[in-house]
């Protein structure tokens, strides 16, 4: 079985089947609900929005994409934000226009103590990873492992291009294999010919940087132009080509 399965299409309020759902023992762990389901009582489990439904088997876990509804902070989520402001112990940072300011600790930095906590001006872009989400409270985030400590990649990023995505091709990006899970090859073509490194943040952003601005282009460009016709693995190829071919 695949790990992550798709049924096309689902709408609000109708009754997801137990069918489609991953299979439950007395071993395995509870069904993790993500953005746009909702459990209702008993055991039913309905749609709040239209969208595409996501069925993730080995992580049991199970969610809408609806690329025309906001990003919806949700715990363990990667993110990219944007420092607004500095208060005495948060830096206050936009995750996107839609949402509340999330609150990023000045001591959430792999190694930092008071003397030593970062100095993020507004405007610094930070790659972190949600620690709380409610719809109480403002979302929070850190830029370390909370187990471990170390920063795993996060943390303030410098120079390089944001450029908007999907929320859908967002999490294509993040997917462990995303030429068999996510259906894209179009980072891996591109590497074969020019070094880049990225950050996709599940919130429909991603972090291009390589050795100049026109190879930060070519790969931003080619993200959206992939995510906008929804090129299958040989038109990425072929667009790929394309934008390598007048570089």
């Not at 993110?79 to 839609?98: Q, R």
């Not at 073509?189 to 070094?195: F, S, T, W, Y």
Request: net charge neutral.
């Amino acid at each position: 079985m695949a790990q992550v399965a798709v049924q096309t299409l689902v709408l609000p309020g109708e009754e997801i089947s137990p069918d489609i759902l991953p299979a439950q023992s007395n071993s395995s762990g509870p069904l993790k609900l993500g953005p746009g389901l909702r459990h209702v009582p008993p055991s039913s489990i309905t749609p709040m929005v239209a969208g595409s439904l996501f069925v993730d088997h080995k992580k049991k876990a199970i969610w809408v994409e609806n690329n025309t509804g906001r990003y919806i902070p949700q715990v363990n989520d990667v993110v990219l934000a944007t420092v607004h402001h500095s208060s005495t112990d948060f830096f206050h940072c936009s995750i996107t226009p839609h949402t509340t300011f999330a609150q990023l600790p000045h001591l959430a930095f792999e190694g930092v103590s008071k003397k030593t906590r970062p100095q993020l001006a507004t405007g610094s872009l930070v790659y972190g990873k949600v620690s709380s989400a409610s719809k109480h409270m403002d979302p929070e985030i850190v830029c370390h492992n909370t187990s471990t400590g170390k920063s795993d990649g996060m943390g303030e990023l410098k120079g390089g291009m944001v450029f908007d995505i999907s929320l859908a091709m967002a999490r294509r990006l993040l997917t462990a294999k995303q030429t068999e899970e996510g259906g894209l090859s179009v980072l891996e073509d591109i590497a074969e010919k020019l070094p880049f490194e990225v950050a996709v943040g599940r919130n429909g952003r991603v972090w291009v940087n390589s050795a100049g601005v026109k190879e930060t282009l070519l790969v931003g460009n080619a993200l959206q132009e992939t995510d906008l016709h929804n090129l299958n693995l040989d038109e990425q190829k072929k667009l790929v080509k394309k934008l390598l071919k007048s570089y």
